[in-house]
């Protein structure tokens, strides 16, 4: 059984997406979150080995949930994902603790390629 992932994106469609990419490749995933808030909770309860999450989101943004479990957790690895032209966005996410990030409409292997390295 692959690693233990907790995928967090404010719209089904995506986590959907992200979950058939991840499942047909041996990975677990333990828990799906619809936005920062609920993230860290499900990250709290599920301690899961990776966290892919979303920038922009309601209630709580991706960058502060970042923040929160890498508080909570400082091994924590998570990848960020965002839309096109969110370049600043992204350089706060990695300065809050991301390893790296994905750029939407998903590429399987460039989420695989992310996956893998966040891991290793």
């Known amino acids: 059984m692959g690693a233990r992932i907790l995928i967090v994106d404010d719209a089904a469609f995506m986590r959907m997406m992200i979950k058939d990419i991840l499942t047909k490749n041996g990975y677990q995933i ?10 860290v909770e499900k990250y709290k309860e ?10 922009t989101m309601p209630e ?17 690895n998570i990848i960020m ?5 969110q370049q ?4 706060d996410a990695i300065q809050a603790g991301a390893k790296d990030f994905i750029v ?14 966040a891991l290793s």
């Open 46 to 55: 599920l301690k899961p080995e990776l966290t892919t999450m979303d920038i």
């Open 81 to 85: 994902c965002s839309a096109m032209g």
């Open 30 to 39: 333990v828990g799906e979150a619809e936005n920062g808030s609920v993230a």
């Open 104 to 117: 939407k409409p998903f590429q399987p292997d460039r989420v695989l390629e992310a996956v893998r390295k």
């Open 60 to 76: 709580m943004d991706g960058i502060s949930a970042v923040k929160e479990i890498r508080d909570f957790d400082p091994q924590a």
């Open 88 to 91: 600043a966005m992204v350089i």
